[in-house]
Each structure stands twice: as C-alpha cells, then as structure tokens.
C-alpha cells in the first residue's frame, strides 16, 4: 500500500485491478488483473463488527461502478466512516458514485495521481489520469465533502529536476488532506522492470531496498540517484513543517471531525516515525 492508515481497521471487498500501469506489482501479476468481487451481503456483515471508522483496502473501488454504488447503498445508515482508493477520471466524472460515497461515510479519497507530468504519465500506462482535470476532478470529490488524499511517484524518465516543485504546489493550490511520496521502483515482473534491466540501469538486486522510500535501485534517466533521493525526502520534510502541518490540520475541519483527527494522527506518526524509524 502506498498509505499509511492510522484510522481504524481494513476492510477489503474486492481484488486486482483491469488497468496496466507498467510500474505497478499488482497488475504485472498473475491473476491479479483479474478482478474479484466478493458478494456484498458479507461485506456488509463484516463491516457492522468492525470499528466505527476502517479503510477499504482494494487497490481501488472505481473499477466496476454497479458493485461499488450497490455497496454503497447497503452501507447507508451503518453509521460508520471509511477511507477508500479510487481513480481520479472516474471519482471527477460520476456524481451518483459520490453522492453515494458520502451517504455512505466516506470521508475521503485515496488517490493515485502518481505524476503532474503528463508525459510521464502517458509512458507508463497511465492515460486516464489528466493533469489537466485534476483541479476540476478534485474540487467535485470536494464538493461532496470528502476530503482527497494523494500519492506521487518520482523518477519517471519525463522527470527533471522541477518536479518537485510543481508537485508541491500542485498539493498547496488543489488543498490536498495529504500528500505521499514514492521512488519510483522496477519491481521484478514489472514492464518497466523489464525496460530498465535490458537498459542496464538497474542498480541493486538486493530486494530489501525495494521499498519506494529509502532507496533508489536504478538510473533515473535526467537525475542522479542521489538527487531523486535528496528531493524526496526535502518534499517530504517540507509538507511536514509545523506551520504547514498546523495550516493543513485546520483546513481538514471543513471535511469533518473524523479527517480533521486522521490529520493529526497522521502528522503525529510521521514525526514518531522521524525520532523512531522502523527498519
């Protein structure tokens, strides 16, 4: 998973995804484009006996409409409050899923932009997403009163070194609840794993620095490894300054009470994380 989630428990109601991103291990994965669905009365038992607040763990659940809007409707009236990913061309399109969505207790949306470039975007399988309707997609989703939430990956082969800026302003001028960095990782089976080796720019086999955070394992094509690294981190380091941490805290009360606490446990990780690392 791309997101920390210090709200609540997860729920899973479906499996795969039909898209092709050449980085992602998901779909490069036997049977997991396949998409599974499980029936939606046992969703439903499941989620009564879990927490008031919980996260859907499906890599996305924008995928088949029909299932996600019925489930949608079985959930009105639970009284609970849920996190869940989905993509940004079908959430800004669909006003009966989002309206459903909030009924239901959505209280945000995970979202993977994955880039501000659209070049990068279009050469690894990412067509859909628009830069272009991103502020519109995102302002419908809020609209609604849920909050977006969004992941970013760096070291495509269209980035240059002012990515980083763009991104962060990007994240500033669309309100973003919050904002998550990843290094781009070739994951073995992956295409653009595949790319990268008969390119000769894979740079470890050692596995365990395979996390998209810590390392960088190949040749960015207009950056150093170091640079990509070094920037990652200071982007990460700026949205966490205590004045924007402060700034994005206030601005979740919009959103509800319930963002406005997943913020803040949020930050609170992220700076316990920053005294204690794991691994």
């Known amino acids: 998973m791309y997101y920390p989630r210090e709200l609540g428990l997860g729920i899973q109601a479906t499996r795969g995804c039909?898209?092709?991103?050449?980085?992602?291990?998901?779909?490069?994965?036997?049977?997991?484009?396949?998409?599974?669905?499980?029936?939606?009365?046992?969703?439903?038992?499941?989620?009564?006996?879990?927490?008031?607040?919980?996260?859907?763990?499906?890599?996305?659940?924008?995928?088949?409409?029909?299932?996600?809007?019925e489930l949608f409707r079985n959930m009105i009236g639970l009284n609970k409050k849920f996190v869940?990913?989905?993509?940004?061309?079908?959430?800004?399109?669909?006003?009966e899923l989002l309206k459903l969505a909030s009924e239901a207790g959505c209280i945000a949306w995970q979202i993977g932009f994955e880039s501000i470039s659209q070049k990068s975007l279009d050469s690894v399988g990412k067509k859909e997403n628009k830069v272009k309707k991103f502020p519109e997609w995102i302002k419908k989703i809020q609209d609604y009163g849920m909050a977006v939430e969004g992941s970013f990956i760096f070291g495509f082969d269209y980035d240059t070194l002012d990515i980083f800026a763009k991104t962060d302003e990007f994240i500033r001028k669309n309100n973003l609840k919050m904002a998550y960095a990843n290094i781009l990782t070739p994951y073995p089976g992956t295409p653009i794993y595949t790319q990268f080796e008969r390119e000769g720019r894979i740079l470890t086999k050692d596995w365990s620095k395979y996390d998209g955070h810590n390392y960088v394992v190949f040749k960015p094509?207009?950056?150093?490894?170091?640079?990509?690294?070094?920037?990652?981190?200071?982007?990460?380091?700026?949205?966490?300054?205590?004045?924007?941490?402060?700034?994005?805290i206030i601005r979740s009360i919009n959103f509800g009470i319930y963002n406005f606490f997943d913020v803040i446990a949020v930050e609170l990780g992220w700076r316990l994380n920053k005294v204690n690392p794991q691994g």
């Open 18 to 69: 039909v898209y092709g991103c050449r980085f992602c291990s998901i779909t490069n994965m036997k049977y997991r484009k396949v998409y599974r669905k499980r029936p939606i009365s046992d969703v439903i038992k499941e989620i009564r006996k879990t927490s008031k607040v919980f996260a859907f763990q499906d890599a996305t659940l924008t995928i088949d409409l029909k299932y996600t809007k």
């Open 84 to 95: 869940a990913m989905g993509n940004i061309h079908v959430l800004g399109r669909d006003d």
């Open 221 to 248: 094509r207009n950056m150093t490894p170091e640079e990509l690294l070094i920037n990652v981190r200071e982007l990460e380091e700026n949205w966490h300054k205590t004045l924007r941490s402060a700034g994005r």
